[in-house]
Protein backbone atom coordinates (compact mmCIF):
# COMPACT_ATOMS: atom_id res chain seq x y z
CA UNK A 1 0.00 0.00 0.00
CA UNK A 2 1.35 3.48 -0.91
CA UNK A 3 0.70 6.74 0.18
CA UNK A 4 -1.23 7.62 -2.54
CA UNK A 5 -3.60 4.86 -2.20
CA UNK A 6 -7.36 5.76 -0.96
CA UNK A 7 -8.25 4.41 2.16
CA UNK A 8 -11.23 4.90 4.09
CA UNK A 9 -11.86 4.18 8.29
CA UNK A 10 -15.18 1.82 8.06
CA UNK A 11 -14.67 0.87 12.08
CA UNK A 12 -18.02 0.38 13.71
CA UNK A 13 -18.01 0.89 17.48
CA UNK A 14 -17.99 3.61 19.86
CA UNK A 15 -16.48 7.13 19.48
CA UNK A 16 -12.82 6.71 20.51
CA UNK A 17 -13.00 3.35 18.42
CA UNK A 18 -13.83 5.02 15.33
CA UNK A 19 -11.48 7.78 16.20
CA UNK A 20 -8.29 5.42 16.38
CA UNK A 21 -8.96 3.97 13.16
CA UNK A 22 -9.43 7.38 11.75
CA UNK A 23 -6.06 7.78 12.32
CA UNK A 24 -4.78 4.38 11.36
CA UNK A 25 -6.05 5.27 7.84
CA UNK A 26 -4.01 8.44 7.89
CA UNK A 27 -0.90 6.46 8.35
CA UNK A 28 -1.63 4.76 5.13
CA UNK A 29 -2.85 7.60 3.06
CA UNK A 30 -2.51 11.34 2.35
CA UNK A 31 -6.11 11.16 1.31
CA UNK A 32 -7.76 9.28 4.03
CA UNK A 33 -11.73 8.96 4.28
CA UNK A 34 -14.47 7.94 7.15
CA UNK A 35 -16.97 6.09 6.39
CA UNK A 36 -19.27 6.94 9.66
CA UNK A 37 -22.18 4.12 9.69
CA UNK A 38 -25.12 5.34 12.22
CA UNK A 39 -24.92 2.26 13.32
CA UNK A 40 -24.39 2.92 17.33
CA UNK A 41 -23.64 6.29 16.19
CA UNK A 42 -27.19 8.83 15.88
CA UNK A 43 -24.51 11.46 15.20
CA UNK A 44 -23.40 12.42 11.40
CA UNK A 45 -19.72 12.99 11.18
CA UNK A 46 -20.25 16.17 10.09
CA UNK A 47 -21.94 17.03 13.42
CA UNK A 48 -19.10 16.33 15.37
CA UNK A 49 -16.04 17.07 13.27
CA UNK A 50 -15.17 20.03 10.75
CA UNK A 51 -12.45 18.18 8.44
CA UNK A 52 -13.21 17.29 4.98
CA UNK A 53 -13.03 13.51 4.72
CA UNK A 54 -16.10 11.72 5.19
CA UNK A 55 -17.95 9.87 2.38
CA UNK A 56 -21.33 8.29 2.27
CA UNK A 57 -19.91 4.73 0.49
CA UNK A 58 -16.46 3.49 0.05
CA UNK A 59 -15.38 4.43 -3.33
CA UNK A 60 -14.53 2.10 -6.01
CA UNK A 61 -10.89 0.73 -5.72
CA UNK A 62 -10.38 1.88 -2.68
CA UNK A 63 -8.85 -0.13 0.60
CA UNK A 64 -10.41 -0.39 3.66
CA UNK A 65 -9.37 0.12 7.58
CA UNK A 66 -12.11 -1.56 9.60
CA UNK A 67 -10.10 -2.45 12.75
CA UNK A 68 -10.34 -0.49 16.35
CA UNK A 69 -6.68 -1.06 16.80
CA UNK A 70 -3.94 1.41 15.92
CA UNK A 71 -2.43 0.30 12.85
CA UNK A 72 1.27 -0.83 13.27
CA UNK A 73 3.22 -1.07 10.07
CA UNK A 74 6.31 -3.08 8.88
CA UNK A 75 9.02 -0.42 9.43
CA UNK A 76 7.16 0.32 13.39
CA UNK A 77 8.10 -2.88 14.27
CA UNK A 78 11.80 -2.62 14.70
CA UNK A 79 10.25 0.00 17.29
CA UNK A 80 8.53 -2.34 19.86
CA UNK A 81 9.14 -6.22 20.88
CA UNK A 82 7.74 -8.93 19.74
CA UNK A 83 5.45 -9.90 22.98
CA UNK A 84 4.96 -5.73 23.76
CA UNK A 85 1.61 -5.92 24.49
CA UNK A 86 -0.21 -6.93 27.83
CA UNK A 87 -3.28 -5.68 26.54
CA UNK A 88 -5.49 -7.83 24.12
CA UNK A 89 -2.53 -10.19 23.03
CA UNK A 90 -1.45 -11.63 26.66
CA UNK A 91 1.03 -14.45 27.12
CA UNK A 92 0.13 -17.94 28.24
CA UNK A 93 -2.73 -18.00 30.72
CA UNK A 94 -0.98 -19.51 33.73
CA UNK A 95 1.83 -16.90 32.97
CA UNK A 96 -0.76 -14.20 33.18
CA UNK A 97 -2.67 -15.70 36.15
CA UNK A 98 0.67 -15.35 37.80
CA UNK A 99 1.75 -12.42 36.67
CA UNK A 100 -1.88 -10.95 38.02
CA UNK A 101 -1.20 -12.87 41.45
CA UNK A 102 2.12 -11.20 41.70
CA UNK A 103 0.57 -7.52 41.04
CA UNK A 104 -2.35 -8.25 43.25
CA UNK A 105 0.22 -9.67 46.08
CA UNK A 106 2.99 -6.85 46.18
CA UNK A 107 1.32 -3.93 44.22
CA UNK A 108 4.22 -4.05 42.27
CA UNK A 109 3.78 -1.60 39.14
CA UNK A 110 5.86 -3.90 36.84
CA UNK A 111 6.31 -3.05 33.24
CA UNK A 112 4.61 -6.03 31.59
CA UNK A 113 1.47 -5.76 34.33
CA UNK A 114 0.86 -2.22 35.23
CA UNK A 115 -1.99 -2.32 33.12
CA UNK A 116 -2.99 -5.82 33.27
CA UNK A 117 -5.55 -5.67 35.89
CA UNK A 118 -7.55 -8.07 34.84
CA UNK A 119 -5.91 -10.26 32.13
CA UNK A 120 -7.57 -10.92 28.71
CA UNK A 121 -7.58 -11.59 25.15
CA UNK A 122 -9.38 -9.99 22.71
CA UNK A 123 -10.47 -11.37 19.39
CA UNK A 124 -8.04 -13.51 17.42
CA UNK A 125 -9.57 -11.55 14.47
CA UNK A 126 -7.83 -8.95 15.57
CA UNK A 127 -5.12 -9.84 17.87
CA UNK A 128 -1.54 -10.28 16.36
CA UNK A 129 0.06 -13.58 17.55
CA UNK A 130 3.19 -11.43 18.03
CA UNK A 131 1.63 -8.95 20.33
CA UNK A 132 2.64 -5.96 18.24
CA UNK A 133 0.11 -3.55 19.58
CA UNK A 134 0.12 -0.53 21.31
CA UNK A 135 -3.65 -0.23 22.38
CA UNK A 136 -4.38 0.56 26.12
CA UNK A 137 -0.66 0.20 26.64
CA UNK A 138 -0.24 4.29 27.87
CA UNK A 139 3.07 5.56 29.51
CA UNK A 140 4.44 2.26 28.40
CA UNK A 141 4.13 3.13 24.56
CA UNK A 142 7.03 4.16 22.85
CA UNK A 143 8.29 7.84 22.07
CA UNK A 144 8.69 7.11 18.41
CA UNK A 145 4.44 5.91 18.32
CA UNK A 146 3.63 8.92 20.77
CA UNK A 147 5.20 11.60 18.10
CA UNK A 148 3.90 9.70 15.02
CA UNK A 149 -0.15 9.09 16.44
CA UNK A 150 0.35 12.49 18.73
CA UNK A 151 0.87 14.27 15.23
CA UNK A 152 -2.01 12.10 13.26
CA UNK A 153 -4.56 12.60 16.44
CA UNK A 154 -3.86 16.77 16.24
CA UNK A 155 -4.85 16.83 12.64
CA UNK A 156 -8.35 16.20 13.99
CA UNK A 157 -10.95 18.76 13.84
CA UNK A 158 -13.45 19.45 16.35
CA UNK A 159 -16.51 21.44 15.14
CA UNK A 160 -16.24 24.59 16.51
CA UNK A 161 -19.18 24.92 18.62
CA UNK A 162 -18.37 22.08 20.74
CA UNK A 163 -15.03 22.86 20.83
CA UNK A 164 -16.08 26.39 22.45
CA UNK A 165 -18.29 24.49 24.52
CA UNK A 166 -15.62 22.38 26.35
CA UNK A 167 -12.80 24.95 26.13
CA UNK A 168 -15.57 27.71 27.72
CA UNK A 169 -16.02 25.38 30.69
CA UNK A 170 -12.53 24.37 31.10
CA UNK A 171 -11.60 27.48 31.36
CA UNK A 172 -14.28 28.44 34.36
CA UNK A 173 -14.16 24.62 36.06
CA UNK A 174 -10.47 23.12 35.64
CA UNK A 175 -6.85 23.58 36.52
CA UNK A 176 -4.00 21.67 36.71
CA UNK A 177 -4.81 19.64 39.72
CA UNK A 178 -7.54 18.24 38.69
CA UNK A 179 -7.52 14.12 38.30
CA UNK A 180 -9.77 13.18 35.44
CA UNK A 181 -11.70 9.97 35.98
CA UNK A 182 -13.53 8.00 33.56
CA UNK A 183 -15.63 4.70 34.87
CA UNK A 184 -16.72 2.51 32.29
CA UNK A 185 -19.86 0.32 33.87
CA UNK A 186 -20.06 -1.53 30.71
CA UNK A 187 -23.76 -1.14 31.80
CA UNK A 188 -24.97 -1.98 27.58
CA UNK A 189 -23.02 -6.01 28.77
CA UNK A 190 -23.85 -7.37 31.46
CA UNK A 191 -20.99 -10.13 31.55
CA UNK A 192 -18.53 -7.07 30.94
CA UNK A 193 -20.55 -5.11 33.82
CA UNK A 194 -19.34 -7.97 36.00
CA UNK A 195 -16.37 -8.96 35.41
CA UNK A 196 -15.00 -6.18 34.81
CA UNK A 197 -16.52 -2.83 36.85
CA UNK A 198 -17.50 -4.42 40.10
CA UNK A 199 -14.16 -5.78 40.56
CA UNK A 200 -12.70 -2.54 39.44
CA UNK A 201 -14.21 -0.15 41.70
CA UNK A 202 -12.16 -1.12 44.65
CA UNK A 203 -8.69 -0.48 42.93
CA UNK A 204 -10.63 2.78 41.86
CA UNK A 205 -11.44 3.39 45.28
CA UNK A 206 -7.33 3.01 46.27
CA UNK A 207 -6.53 5.32 43.89
CA UNK A 208 -8.98 7.92 45.25
CA UNK A 209 -8.06 7.81 48.52
CA UNK A 210 -4.63 8.36 47.53
CA UNK A 211 -5.40 11.76 45.54
CA UNK A 212 -5.54 13.87 48.47
CA UNK A 213 -8.13 16.26 48.66
CA UNK A 214 -7.88 16.74 44.58
CA UNK A 215 -11.50 18.39 42.59
CA UNK A 216 -11.95 14.76 40.41
CA UNK A 217 -13.72 15.42 37.04
CA UNK A 218 -15.98 12.34 36.43
CA UNK A 219 -16.81 10.82 32.77
CA UNK A 220 -19.32 8.03 33.03
CA UNK A 221 -21.33 6.11 30.90
CA UNK A 222 -23.66 5.70 33.46
CA UNK A 223 -25.83 8.50 36.11
CA UNK A 224 -25.18 6.91 38.69
CA UNK A 225 -20.96 6.87 39.23
CA UNK A 226 -21.06 10.90 40.20
CA UNK A 227 -23.30 10.71 42.76
CA UNK A 228 -22.05 7.84 44.25
CA UNK A 229 -18.49 9.51 44.18
CA UNK A 230 -20.38 12.86 45.40
CA UNK A 231 -21.37 10.88 48.46
CA UNK A 232 -18.25 8.82 49.10
CA UNK A 233 -15.71 11.71 48.62
CA UNK A 234 -17.77 15.16 49.09
CA UNK A 235 -19.83 17.10 46.63
CA UNK A 236 -17.69 20.03 46.60
CA UNK A 237 -14.55 17.41 45.21
CA UNK A 238 -16.76 15.77 42.10
CA UNK A 239 -17.41 17.85 39.42
CA UNK A 240 -18.43 17.37 35.55
CA UNK A 241 -19.81 18.59 32.40
CA UNK A 242 -23.68 20.16 32.60
CA UNK A 243 -25.42 17.66 30.44
CA UNK A 244 -28.49 18.09 28.59
CA UNK A 245 -28.93 14.48 27.96
CA UNK A 246 -28.93 11.87 30.37
CA UNK A 247 -25.36 9.65 30.32
CA UNK A 248 -27.81 6.48 30.14
CA UNK A 249 -29.13 7.81 27.02
CA UNK A 250 -26.13 9.77 25.16
CA UNK A 251 -26.30 6.91 21.97
CA UNK A 252 -29.75 8.25 21.45
CA UNK A 253 -29.41 11.59 19.91
CA UNK A 254 -26.64 13.48 17.98
CA UNK A 255 -26.80 16.25 21.00
CA UNK A 256 -25.90 12.71 23.55
CA UNK A 257 -22.81 12.23 21.05
CA UNK A 258 -21.57 15.71 21.20
CA UNK A 259 -21.70 15.81 24.81
CA UNK A 260 -20.13 12.66 25.00
CA UNK A 261 -17.12 13.96 22.71
CA UNK A 262 -17.19 17.55 24.77
CA UNK A 263 -16.52 14.65 28.32
CA UNK A 264 -13.63 13.58 26.26
CA UNK A 265 -11.85 17.05 25.43
CA UNK A 266 -12.29 17.92 29.20
CA UNK A 267 -10.77 14.38 30.10
CA UNK A 268 -7.94 15.26 27.38
CA UNK A 269 -7.12 18.36 29.63
CA UNK A 270 -6.39 16.60 33.24
CA UNK A 271 -2.36 15.57 33.86
CA UNK A 272 -3.87 12.85 35.93
CA UNK A 273 -6.08 10.21 34.42
CA UNK A 274 -8.03 7.27 36.20
CA UNK A 275 -8.68 5.00 33.03
CA UNK A 276 -11.35 2.35 32.68
CA UNK A 277 -9.51 -1.31 31.72
CA UNK A 278 -10.00 -1.44 27.95
CA UNK A 279 -12.14 1.68 27.62
CA UNK A 280 -10.85 3.13 23.83
CA UNK A 281 -12.96 6.24 25.34
CA UNK A 282 -10.07 6.70 28.43
CA UNK A 283 -7.43 5.97 25.77
CA UNK A 284 -8.68 8.73 22.89
CA UNK A 285 -8.89 11.40 25.68
CA UNK A 286 -4.97 10.36 27.04
CA UNK A 287 -3.99 10.54 22.89
CA UNK A 288 -5.85 14.04 22.52
CA UNK A 289 -4.13 15.49 25.71
CA UNK A 290 -0.88 15.13 24.06
CA UNK A 291 -0.06 11.33 25.83
CA UNK A 292 1.44 13.82 28.81
CA UNK A 293 -1.06 12.90 31.35
CA UNK A 294 0.03 10.28 34.15
CA UNK A 295 -2.50 7.22 33.85
CA UNK A 296 -3.29 4.73 36.24
CA UNK A 297 -5.54 1.85 34.70
CA UNK A 298 -8.68 0.61 37.30
Not at 58 to 85: C, K, M, Q, T
Not at 137 to 157: C, M
Not at 158 to 163: G, H, K, P, Y
Request: proline share 5%; net charge positive.
Amino acid sequence: MTKGDLVVSTEMGGLGNRLKSWVSSMRFSAHARVLWPDQKMPAAFGELFANDCAVDAVPEGARVYNSWRLAILPEDEAHLPAGFSTVGAGPHPILRGLGKAWWSLTGERTDRYRYMVFPKQHSRRSTRADARHIDLEYERIPGYFRALYGELFRRIVVRADILAAANDWAAANLDDTVVGVHVRTWRDDPRRYRKYHVPSLRRLARLLESSGDARLLVVSDSDDVAPMLARQYGARRVIGYPRATPRAASWLTPLGVQEDLIDMLLLARTHRLLASYLSTFSEVAWWLGGTTARVSVF
